[in-house]
C-alpha cells in the first residue's frame, strides 16, 4: 500500500526556518518524482515544488523560490522541504503527494497524497 | 503562469441527480488537466487525468471531457459521498496551477 506520511510542522516566528519531511512507503521511492501542494486555512490548493526521482531536478514556484529548497534522501524514502525566511503567507497544511508515472521525471499528475502538515507562521 | 477559473463556485444538486462542474484555463492545455476530490480534513484524491482518463478505482460515474481551454467534470447519480470540493489542475506548464475549487453540496 502506497503511504505518504508528513511530518515536522508546527508555530514558527516570521522570518524563522522550518523544515517539513515526507516519509514514504509502499513503492519504488527513486522511481518517483515527489511534489510539494501547500493549503491555506480555508483556501484551495497551490503547487509549490517538485523533485525527480533521482533528485537531480528540482522546480519551484515563484512565491517560494529563494526560500524553500526541496530535496530528498532515496536511502530513506524520505523528501524533505526547506523553508527559509517564513512569511505569515506561507502559513498552510503542507502535502507531499507523488506524481503518477514511474519515470523519475515529472507528469504532473499527483495520485497519491499525504493526509498533510499544518505549518503556522506567527509571532 | 496559467489562470485556472472554476465555474460555479458553489453547486448545490439534490443526491441521485447529475452535476457538471467546468474548468476554463488561460492559455490551451492540450488535455493535460486533472481533476481531484477533497472532503473536509483529507488531502486530494485524483479522480481524473489526460481531461478524460479515470484514475484507479474512481467509479464510472464520475467522467471528464474537453481540450484545450474548456473542461468539464461530470458527476452522474450522485452519492452522499461524492459532496465535497473538487479542484481542477493543469500540468502542461511549469509551474502546475489549480483552480479555485467549487464545493458541490447537497441540494
Known amino acids: 500500500e502506497v503511504q505518504l506520511l508528513e511530518s515536522g510542522g508546527g508555530l514558527v516566528q516570521p522570518g524563522g526556518s522550518l523544515r517539513v519531511s515526507c516519509a514514504a512507503s509502499g513503492f519504488t521511492f527513486s522511481s518517483y518524482a515527489i511534489n510539494w501542494v501547500r493549503q491555506a486555512p480555508g483556501k484551495g490548493l497551490e503547487w509549490v515544488s517538485a523533485i525527480s526521482g533521482g533528485g537531480t531536478s528540482v522546480y519551484y514556484a515563484d512565491s517560494v523560490k529563494g526560500r524553500f529548497t526541496i530535496s530528498r534522501d532515496n536511502s530513506k524514502n524520505t523528501v524533505f522541504l526547506q523553508m527559509n525566511s517564513l512569511r505569515a503567507e506561507d502559513t498552510a497544511v503542507y502535502y507531499c503527494a507523488r506524481d503518477l508515472y514511474a519515470s523519475g521525471s515529472y507528469y504532473g499528475v499527483l495520485d497519491y497524497w499525504g493526509q498533510g502538515n499544518l505549518v503556522t507562521v506567527s509571532s | 503562469e496559467i489562470v485556472m477559473t472554476q465555474s460555479p463556485a458553489t453547486l448545490s444538486v439534490s443526491p441521485g441527480e447529475r452535476a457538471t462542474l467546468s474548468c476554463r484555463t488561460s492559455q490551451r492545455v492540450g488535455s493535460n488537466l486533472a481533476w481531484y476530490q477533497q472532503t473536509v480534513g483529507h488531502g486530494p484524491r485524483l479522480l481524473i487525468y489526460?481531461?478524460?482518463t479515470r484514475a484507479t478505482g474512481i467509479p464510472a460515474r464520475f467522467s471528464g471531457s474537453g481540450s484545450g481551454t474548456e473542461f468539464t467534470l461530470t458527476i452522474d447519480s450522485l452519492q452522499s459521498e461524492d459532496f465535497a470540493v473538487y479542484y481542477c489542475?493543469?500540468?502542461?506548464?511549469?509551474?502546475?496551477?489549480f483552480g479555485q475549487g467549487t464545493k458541490l453540496e447537497i441540494k
Open positions: 489542475q493543469q500540468y502542461n506548464n511549469w509551474p502546475y496551477t
Open positions: 489526460g481531461a478524460s
